[in-house]
Each structure stands twice: as structure tokens, then as C-alpha cells.
């Protein structure tokens, strides 16, 4: 039999690359699918190690609160009678509706970076790191932040998963009217919010 | 302390409706329009493999005695009589559906398989009408007529359905927290506040359109995400109207169950369940609600088999409770839920008549897809009516003496009734026995799926085959209204 060479070396490629690429890394050891919700529990995790604080999401559903009916809608895995399956990681009107309370509630919670009373700006215990790179947004209305400001808080909420045109689309579009005539807290919690749904941080890559 | 929700219970929520409901949501799908009478679908699937000897498809006790029928009655069954004068024999766990024998409809002999008994197989078809899984019935049925194609509650063995990405498994404790949730911060709801998305969320949109338009990894899911936001404002509206839930005034149970009382469980999560659904009609959530409770019907073991009577007179009270609430429940001034509602109560099969090399009192029973009981009501069909019947149902030297050459054939133990052949053109059980299958001479369950398809009005098209040969499942006329 014949042997092709070239597919023997774009397998090893292949599998060499996934053990060095963090977006493969992660599909396998996950087990999902690309472009499924990452769920609950692998938000918890990038959300905690980017804000150096835990975060849980469930309890930005409603905040203060712990609602234990909706932990499966944020995505989870269900005992099957063949193993476990993953349930509510599609996008559907039920998990948008969830993931949106989410995004909404966690920026609003962020711009309290923003909040003239010191004493109100760091309910989340956010690193210091972390708290700098919000506080980048907190800028006087009719302006926009400086781009540095911008890329500290994009990279913080989203690490490196997204293309930089990602960025470039998000940070060109904060230069609109309807984001630079609102206030510094509700600037920021609106541009989050954006990041917070972008779907380069909400999909399993 | 178990309490189901109550007579009054529902009342209130019919009368709750009564303020509001008598012109239709303006979210709500064509079905729901102005002036156009409302259809729901609520099917309850008591998961497990319920016997019908057992319930409404019994045997006389002289089957125990010749060592045939595992019969924990010890006595015989009663007569069932239809308005149409059909009859089957119901044991006496069936009593409590006598209060409302007038507005149901059983099907007996209903062949849901002549290849696969296994639980998570047979639930597929009972949804899906295909073993290893496809498009449900119920968001066939439900698709358009609500925020949500379909809901589903309970613990669901069969999985694939692969038309249920508006759907949503969701039980009461998650709906309470749902719309707690969100009507207290205002994002959901109808006022102008709860429709009012932020420019993040519109921005965000925006990214998910451009990133659906491009050729990326993401094209496909940012498109679903963009369309489940723009959903979800519907949805979070309807979530905001739901009233009358179990619980809400106080009067229903904290969702603990004493683990020494399951059939009293059963009653409460099946009562709660059906209020939950017509909760979720109501508020124009969905149209289409599968409850799927798991009851200890799986009687493998003596033990859990001697005690079917009690557990099947639970299904039963709880199936009897289901379609008092249906018709005690107002969706206006002119009609009931069960004049807007389609019923659909079953299991995934049957059970084997014993089990080989055991004494006929310490025997068990095992799975038997041969035939099937289904209880049919409300819109769309006959009430009152008794279509259908299983084999094995005559002895003869103490041996049955109705068994086909295709029974034979495919239950070469003797140890399963087997759904009689059909006229579908006369709408009455045949007395010939043939000596192959053939789909075409029995009550299959795509024949029910289709009966329910055309009493929701759903085009012949629609129509399943009795296999995947694409056999027509002629549809059974005698119940459709």
C-alpha cells in the first residue's frame, strides 16, 4: 500500500499544534463543540482568573441571590443513561435570556469602578489589575477613553480568543453618540456589557 | 407535607385568566390570534413501561391461574364500557379514572416497536416516532404558537430530538426563579423599560449579524445567539405574565417529597406539573408542555411488581386529577382548558405477561413494545371512546387461543400480548390472525402521532410513516372530533 507522507506530516502538525494552541487545548478538554455555550462552570473560570476575584455567574442571574433552578440553563452536564450530555449550551431564547441577565448585571457590578464614593467602586473584590483596567473606562461624558484604556479592558474580560478586529470593531463603535452622551458608569457598564456578549467570549473556540 | 394544588387552586387561576384573556396576547403566534380559539398540546409520559394488564387493557384472573399472567390483583378486572360500546377490561387501579371516563378516549394495542424494548429507544419513538431520535411531535405541533416551541418537565430518557432548538427543559422551581428573577429588575416584562435594550446589547448584536455574515468559526452560533436575543424579549414578556403557579398563594407544597411516600409524590409533581403548564398557555410561553414523570413501573422484580396496584392507581388518580384540572380550569368565560386543550397520557410500552423459569406469584415482568395504552382527550378528538385491543386475550385448554402466525413470529416465548390487527377503514379491531407483520394491519404509533396531527389541523404532509419505508400510519378516525 501507498503511503502519503504529506498526511502523515499534517496529522503529526495537527496534533502537535493542538497541544500548543489554547483554543484546541480547550475543545478537547472540554469536550464540547465549537460554538456551543461554554457554560457555567468554564465562564466561572475565565472569569475569575481575568478578575483575579471568584466569580460565580449564577449570582449575577439575580444579584445577591443564588437561584438554584437556573443553574442547568446556564449550561451544565446532565447524567444521561449512556454518560452525560451537556444541556442548555445551545444559543436559544431560554440561554440568551439567561446569558444576557448575566452580561448586564456582572458590567453594572464593574462600573461600580466608577462610582464617586470610593468606598463603592470594588464590590467584587476585584485585583488590583483588574480594578485599574475598568477604572480606565470611568472617562467624563461627551469623551471616549484612550485606546489604551480600551485595550486594557477588552484584554481583561477577554483575554487573547478574539481577533483583534474584534477589538477594533468594538472600540470604534464606543465613539458613537449613544455611548459617549451617557455618564461614566453607565458608559462602561454598556461597552462590558458588549464584550460580556461578544461571541468570541460567550462560545466554546 | 404533600399538597398538591388544589380544586381551588385552579379555579383561581381560571379566573385569574378570565381578567385578561378573553382577547388574545399580542405576542402570541396565529394560532393565538383574536378571535381564533386557542389549541395547547400537554402530553404526560409516565416513564418506565406502564402494564396495561395492569390498567386499562386487563385480564381475567383465570390467566393466573393457568400460570400465563402475572396478575397482582388476584381478582378479576371490570368491564369498561365506551360510549361508543366498545369495551376493555380495567383493573381496579383504574377506579379513579372512572370520574372522568366520559371525557377520555383509551387505545389499546398500540404497536410501538417490533425491534427495539429498550426504555430510552422506545421513549424516542414515543416523541419522535423513530427509536434513535428526530423531530418531536410536540414542537411540530407547537412551533409558532407561542414564545417557546415547547417545554418540557421532568427527567426525559430519549433525548434526540433534533427540532427542539426553540425548546427548553424547565421544571417549576426554574420557572419560579425565572420569573422572579426577571420581573423584579424590570428586564423582562412588557413595559417599554423591559423591551428597552441598552446600546451594549445592540451593539452586541451587531457583532453577532457581522460575525453571522462572515465564513468564521462563529458564523453559525453568533446567528443563533443574534436570534435567541431577539427571542428571548418575547419570551422574557410571556415569562413575566405567568400567574397562578403552584405555590404562588401560599397553598401548595415546598417541592419536598417524603421518600417513604412516592406515590403521593407522584400526585403532587404531576398536579403541579399540569398547573405549570396551563400556567405557561396562559401566559403565551408555549403551547406545547410534555411532563415526564417516572413512577416505579419498571416492575424487573417480585417485589416491585406485587406492588403495581398501588402504583398504578397513583398514575391513575394523577392522570384523573390532570383532566379534572383541564376541565375545571377556565381560559374564558366560554370554555374550558380541556376545550383548548389536546391530552396525551401514556408510557413508552408495555410490560411481558411474566418472566420464564419463575412461579407465576414471584415473577416480574419485563419490557413488551408489542403493544401499548394510550389516553387521549380533549380538543380535536372523541371523548368517551375505546379504540383498539391486544392479543392474548382467550383461553382455550389453558392456552391462548388468539395468537397470530406474525405474534408467533415475533415473540417466539409467549410471553407478551401483541396489539390486535386493524380496520382502519371501519375503525374496528379485526378478527383475523395474519401469519407476518405487516404495519399496515396494526395501530403502529406514528397512527396516533397522525391522529393527533390532523386534530390540530396539520396538513397531511405532516404525517409520519409507520416505518422508514415510508408506509403510511393511516390515521384513526374514530377519535378524531
Known sequence: MKIFPVNIIATALTIT?????????????????????R????????LSERLGTPVDVLTFVVPGSWPVGLETLLGAIEATSTGSDYVSVKPTAVTMLVWEKVAVNLSAALAQACDSDSRKRNPLLLSAGALKSVTGLCRSRGNTPTQAALESAWLLLVGFRAPRSSFESWAKALARPEFTELGPKRFTTEALTAVLLDPNVLLVN | MDTPPSRRH??????????????AHPLLGPAMAAGTSPHFLLQIIFT?????????????LAFKAAGLWQNPFNEDPRVWRGLDGNETFVTRAADPLQRVKDSISVVNGVVMSTSFDGHEQNENIWHTCDAFGGPALAPQIGVGRGALDWVQSGNFV?????NSTNSTLLDLATLRDLRTAFSKSGLIGTGRRAQMEGPGQLLARERMRALAAGQGVFSKASGAMERGLVASKVLGAALARVKGLPGDDGDGSDGTDDPANPR???KRQCAEGVAMAL?????????AVTLSLYPSLDAHDADTAREQPKTVEAVAEAIARAVEALKETSWDEHSSFLDCTTLVVGSEFSRTM????????????DHNALTNTVILAGKGLQSGRVVGASDAATLRDGAFSDISGAHGILDPGGLKAMGRPFDFGAGRVRADRPNTYSVRDHITWPSVVNTLLDAFGLPASAHRAADRFGTPAPVLKPLLA
Open chain 2, 279 to 287: 400556567a405557561l398557555f396562559r401566559a403565551g410561553v408555549t403551547s
Open chain 2, 48 to 60: 418506565g413501561g406502564l402494564d396495561a394488564a395492569n390498567f386499562l387493557d386487563a385480564r381475567p
Open chain 2, 354 to 365: 411474566r418472566q420464564i423459569g419463575t412461579q407465576i406469584e414471584e415473577t416480574g415482568t
Open chain 2, 10 to 23: 385552579f379555579l383561581r387561576l381560571g379566573l385569574g385568566g378570565l381578567v385578561g384573556l378573553t382577547c
Open chain 2, 158 to 162: 430519549g433525548k434526540s430530538f433534533t
Open chain 1, 17 to 37: 499544534i493542538s497541544f500548543f494552541t489554547p483554543a484546541l487545548a480547550e475543545t478537547r478538554a472540554t469536550g464540547r463543540e465549537r460554538g456551543t455555550l
Open chain 2, 264 to 266: 403521593e409524590a407522584l
Open chain 1, 39 to 46: 457554560g457555567r462552570e468554564d465562564m466561572n473560570a475565565h
